[in-house]
């Protein structure tokens, strides 16, 4: 052993320690602290480690009661190894960390310095460029350590060579020296590693090289983990604290996360937190939570139709069918021989509609509501009893918000829904919110560092005074009472300040992207200076312009390293680097309250919550020669980063405009995943409801009939469609899994049902299966399923990242149902198993995800083709609930009493146009793919087929429609009609269909609780998309499949909200001329023409045949009817068209039916004299 130790006041005062293996040792360590550390890769002739430890106590050796760090590092070669400890002192300008700022109590309140490092840094990375770390604040923080050779004593300080009796059955090793420190200070035998009672290995009869694990005839026993080639010869540690995780590489010791998957094991009781009679807090011993009380309560009832709505509403469909074929049998059978291409073309029509009458009503044969019951989700799964941190066993959920244009959707409405998720009513450790910048904007980074700012107010706020909703600009803004049902007396005052504070945060929102302009103008004409100055003094020309690139600067004097205003190379909006940055860490699991009142704090927030769920930025890479796949390619990247950094086993996918109005609506979701039979649904739609539109609502924006009828009839059947926002999905369905029973429907009409368990399949399945993944099992006597879960998780799959493989498995354990809920051959999860805290993000997590976002990771890969949202179409929403139903899966609609999300529209005509000129050309991109319901699978039922068909087939109906439209102009115009003669027998049958129709117009709004406006609106826009934007998106649709066009389509712009004083439907009237608009005012002048003919032409006609008149005009003005709000918009705001234009149109006119009578008088002869004897020259 080699001491040297500089005393005198010239010479350096560090002190050095050399020992080998049998000297020396330091005292005096009275408190041994656990190192937080990381292993170093080895070198050649055996290992070296290095390791920081905190500050001694007093009365060790040497510089004993000085304090400092100790820094150790050791090389093993064989049984001899070398020992080195360097003791810095500390001094006024470098202070270390005692034990105090090391403890858990320190960390806790004060945050883990590797926490702040990775929260205060943005990584980026991407295409042929490393990844990297960029701090955004300059801190001083102690760098990373490295664990001590495994010869070498564990305790803080301590070099000593472990004892081999004194190692904890958790792994933790100490001398004997400090397991006699640790047992002599009261402490009665605790461990520093897991912080139970110390138990040497091997004690309970074990050996390590063959392990057997705790076997019970209880349901929640873990079970005994499968002999695989990838755990050979490493030992099984019974306790959590020092398993590592999924993420350790192959080196490392074994792999906690899969181990549990792999053998049913508990991450909770029984396993992980608590011991299996009774858990230890503090010393002291306490039962464990009682989860999973009251089992026998459904979370969720159906609740059908009233049979005297429903049956009546089934007999007047068979009615109205045969109805349809009576009429249409007559009208084929009587031909109007006098027009007889005017009867053609009616009748061709006819059976359209007919057909797509019948396609849109068979699907609504078996309406259903459902309801769930929130009392019970929290007694089976937050119990009060014997819980007093308030831990939770609900599964962890990823919140996916997407934005692709700061200027189309301003960064105000984001931050509002990005508030909302924070302060939603879920467990705050169980949830994670991911924000997909598809622009790469500094302006949507920058406001998201705001928000994460500002919700340490507004969260806290809303939890105490239970704030609905939980939007702030949506709270703010409402016009009732907000002192209803306010209890406290300090509501006034608080929410007061918190709406100053907002005002505050909205002008610094808005004011984001001017001042990030002047500050880049700033920082831009320095480095132009610099350059100047650098150019001289390398002799270059005064006169010699300098170029720079014009850069966009971030707020800490570095460039942003996404979108630059000015587009620079590697800076532009489809040629950037991939970014992550944290901005809020993952919380703990327990509340944390605040005791005594701060005068700081805004807010009293004692008794409350002040814990913020994990929030994340990230932009995906983007370069040239890649194809992005719009927002399907963007909320893939999410589901990829969200995998390594949280995990969470459902997934929630909002617009940016579209916020959580019910704080309880992911409860309420939830109930239907964790029923019974839940196992079965790959996701829970919500229907969307919209703010901000005009109380006429003119262009149908609610869309209700859709939302509240049609997805209601989808629910009795598979379940309803997937619509793009508000759904919360299982993420092992989104990787393409197969549920873990699923029905066949063989026969006419899908009569024959086969069901059968996904799980037994062998793999002799038939072709149309090849696109299934099978659900995972882990079943140990069956190697078959072990292989087809192997194949499941190949590379060529998912892609090569091994953290993104290995996380599956986790998923899937987190989403299971209990084991006293699950099905028949499913497997369940113990209860209590989830109520844990969520694995720390480091570093190498955080690269991992950068990696998974680069725009190449998708090469060769199953993502956009099975395994996440699918691509080819522009409706990818659609598409990816298809895929899903063709699997087996169902799906469920949750229709909440208060409204689950709200979102805003385009009120606007020329937008609202353009959105259903987008939705309408998915829809033919679909009919002409292979995602047509006609090759569907037989795990798909008939009628859920048949509404899939009729979402590729609706727009096709506009050709026909556009014809009808016509056909009533070109009736007057020639004076024919589309029937010879107004019959007896057509008048009734045509009275029988209209009649009908609106009898089942008014049992859907009984049964579907929507109004008569509604239902006239859905009408009304029906035949305005069907004439503009519908024929458009088929000749899109055409033109991409025969002759290769993409398609391209602008982001729809989202309003933003009105100032104090603005009108709130300004943007109602804004009128901005579009090509899709040509066909519907081409009608409404031929119609309104033809009626001043066919008037004129019948009053000047000496035989005037009244019928055809009167069938003529009836039929225009059902087409004018129709089209009303169309002209509405079209003449802006009211009073802007002057009069002069009104008497212009009625002059036009009445010149074009006078010169079409004189062209074609009423008795055939030119020239002929009427009305005083005049003639036209």
Not at 458 to 473: A, G, L, Y
Request: contains cysteine; aromatic residues 10%.
């Amino acid at each position: 052993m080699v001491v040297t130790n500089h005393d005198s006041p010239t010479s350096s005062p560090v002190r050095i320690t050399v020992s080998s293996s049998r000297g020396f040792r330091n005292l005096g360590l009275t408190s041994p602290i656990l190192r937080a550390s990381i292993s170093n890769s080895p070198l050649s002739g055996g290992e070296t480690r290095r390791s920081s430890g905190g500050r001694r106590g007093s009365g060790g050796g040497g510089s004993g009661g000085v304090g400092g760090r100790y820094l150790s590092m050791s090389k093993d070669g064989g049984e001899e190894y070398v020992a080195y400890t360097v003791h810095i002192p500390p001094t006024p300008d470098h202070q270390f960390m005692s034990n105090s700022q090391t403890s858990p109590e320190y960390l806790k309140n004060q945050g883990n310095p590797n926490e702040n490092r990775i929260k205060d840094t943005v990584f980026t990375g991407g295409f042929n460029s490393e990844t990297r770390a960029h701090a955004r604040r300059m801190q001083s923080i102690e760098e990373l350590t490295v664990t001590k050779s495994k010869l070498l004593c564990q305790v803080e300080g301590c070099d000593e060579k472990v004892s081999s009796k004194s190692q904890c059955e958790c792994g933790y090793r100490m001398c004997d020296d400090c397991y006699i420190d640790c047992c002599s200070n009261g402490a009665v035998g605790i461990c520093p590693g897991c912080k139970e009672l110390f138990r040497e290995a091997g004690e309970d009869g074990s050996n390590e090289d063959d392990f057997r694990p705790m076997m019970s005839e209880e349901k929640d026993t873990v079970n005994p983990l499968r002999r695989n080639g990838g755990f050979g010869g490493v030992k099984l540690e019974n306790n959590f604290s020092l398993v590592r995780s999924f993420k350790a590489h192959n080196n490392q010791e074994f792999d906690h996360t899969r181990w549990l998957f792999e053998t049913n094991g508990t991450y909770g009781f029984g396993n992980a937190v608590w011991p299996r009679e009774a858990c230890q807090r503090g010393g002291e011993y306490e039962s464990p939570p009682v989860f999973n009380d009251r089992r026998n309560r459904p979370l969720t009832r159906k609740v059908g139709i009233s049979a005297a709505i429903l049956s009546p509403y089934r007999l007047l469909m068979v009615f109205r069918l045969v109805a349809l074929g009576l009429f249409l049998t007559w009208r084929i059978l009587h031909p109007n021989n006098d027009a007889i291409w005017l009867w053609l073309m009616s009748v061709i029509c006819e059976v359209w509609f007919a057909f797509s009458w019948l396609l849109d009503q068979l699907p609504k044969l078996c309406p259903v509501n459902r309801s769930t019951d929130l009392t019970v989700l929290k007694e089976r799964f937050e119990p009060t009893q014997n819980n007093p941190k308030g831990l939770s066993d609900l599964p962890g959920i990823d919140i996916f918000v997407s934005t692709a244009d700061a200027e189309k959707e301003p960064p105000l409405v984001t931050a509002n829904t990005i508030l909302s998720i924070l302060a939603v009513d879920y467990p705050v450790d169980k949830l994670a919110c991911y924000l997909s910048d598809d622009g790469g904007s500094l302006v949507t980074f920058e406001a998201l560092a705001e928000v994460a700012s500002f919700a340490r107010i507004w969260v806290p706020f809303c939890r105490k005074h239970e704030i609905e909703p939980r939007n702030p600009e949506a709270y703010f803004s409402q016009k009732g009472d907000p002192l209803r049902n306010k209890r406290r007396v300090d509501f006034v005052r608080e929410r007061r300040k918190v709406k100053r504070e907002y005002d505050e945060f909205k002008v610094r929102i808005n004011a984001l992207p001017e001042s990030i302009r002047r500050r880049s103008d700033a920082c831009n004409s320095r480095e132009e200076l610099l350059a100047k100055k650098k150019q001289m003094e390398i002799g270059g020309k005064t006169s010699e312009s300098v170029k720079i690139p014009k850069a966009t600067w971030m707020s800490d004097g570095n460039t942003w390293h996404g979108t630059w205003f000015s587009g620079e190379e590697d800076h532009s909006r489809s040629n950037h680097a991939g970014i992550i940055q944290l901005m809020l860490i993952p919380p703990g699991p327990e509340c944390v309250y605040k005791t005594e009142e701060d005068a700081d704090d805004l807010i009293d927030t004692r008794n409350v919550d002040t814990r913020l769920p994990m929030l994340v930025y990230v932009s995906r890479e983007k370069r040239p020669r890649f194809d992005h796949n719009k927002k399907a390619g963007a909320m893939n990247a999410l589901v990829r980063a969200s995998a390594i950094m949280s995990n969470g086993s459902f997934v929630l996918n909002l617009d940016c405009d579209h916020y959580i109005y019910n704080s309880k609506a992911l409860r309420e979701g939830m109930c239907f995943m964790l029923d019974r039979g839940g196992d079965k649904i790959c996701y829970v739609q919500f229907p969307q409801r919209f703010e901000g539109i005009d109380p006429s609502d003119r262009y149908a924006n609610h869309n209700t009939v859709f939302f509240d009828v049609s997805m209601r009839a989808l629910d009795g059947l598979q379940g309803p469609m997937y619509v793009g926002t508000g759904c919360i999905f299982r993420r092992i369905a989104l990787y393409g899994f197969s549920p873990p029973r699923a029905t066949e429907h063989h026969g006419w009409f899908g009569g024959k049902k086969i069901k059968f368990s996904l799980k037994r399949l062998k793999k002799n399945k038939s072709e149309e299966d090849n696109e299934m993944i099978l659900p995972i099992v882990d079943d140990q006597n069956n190697e078959e399923e072990e292989d087809e879960l192997k194949q499941a998780l190949i590379p060529e799959r998912f892609g090569d990242s091994t953290y993104l493989i290995d996380s599956i498995a986790v998923a899937e354990f987190g989403g299971r149902l209990i084991h006293e809920l699950r099905g028949k051959g499913s497997h369940g999860r113990p209860s209590g198993s989830l109520a844990v805290q969520r694995e720390p993000i480091d570093r190498a997590a955080i690269e991992e995800a950068i990696k998974v976002v680069t725009c190449f990771y998708e090469d060769k890969t199953e993502w956009g083709k099975r395994v996440g949202w699918i691509y080819g179409s522009i409706t990818e929403d659609v598409v990816t609930g298809y895929r899903m139903h063709n699997r087996g899966w169902r799906s469920v609609y949750c229709v909440t009493k208060k409204d689950a999300f709200r979102g805003t529209a385009p009120i606007n005509l020329t937008d609202r146009l353009i959105q259903v000129l987008r939705w309408a050309t998915g829809s033919v991109e679909i009919f002409f793919s292979r995602n047509n319901a006609l090759f569907a699978s037989r795990r798909m039922k008939f009628l859920q087929r048949i509404a899939y068909f009729n979402v590729g087939m609706y727009p096709f109906t506009s050709i026909f429609l556009l014809a009808y439209c016509v056909l009533p102009a070109l009736s007057l115009f020639s004076g024919k009609f589309i029937v010879q003669s107004l019959n007896v027998t057509f008048l009734i049958l045509l009275l029988s269909i209209t009649v009908t129709l609106s009898l089942l117009a008014l049992l859907e709004i009984r049964w579907s609780k929507i109004t008569l406006h509604d239902w006239w609106r859905n009408e009304q826009f029906w035949l305005i998309g069907g004439t503009s934007a519908h024929p458009v998106a088929v000749i899109q649709g055409l033109l991409k499949v025969i002759a290769g066009i993409d398609i391209s389509f602008t982001l729809t712009s989202k309003p933003a909200a009105a100032d104090d004083g603005e009108d709130e439907f300004a943007e109602l009237y804004e009128f901005r001329f579009t090509m899709l608009m040509i066909p519907p005012v081409t009608i409404i002048l031929l119609n309104v023409s033809a009626i001043a003919v066919g008037v004129f032409r019948t009053i000047y006609s000496p035989f005037p045949e009244w019928s055809k008149l009167l069938g003529g005009v009836f039929f225009s003005f059902w087409v004018l009817s129709h089209l009303y709000p169309f002209a509405k918009g079209l003449m802006g705001r009211k009073g802007k068209i002057s009069t002069i234009v009104y008497l212009w149109s009625m002059l036009i006119c009445i010149v074009v039916s006078l010169i079409f009578l004189y062209v074609h008088p009423p008795d055939g002869s030119r020239g002929q004299s009427f009305a005083l004897g005049s003639q036209f020259p």
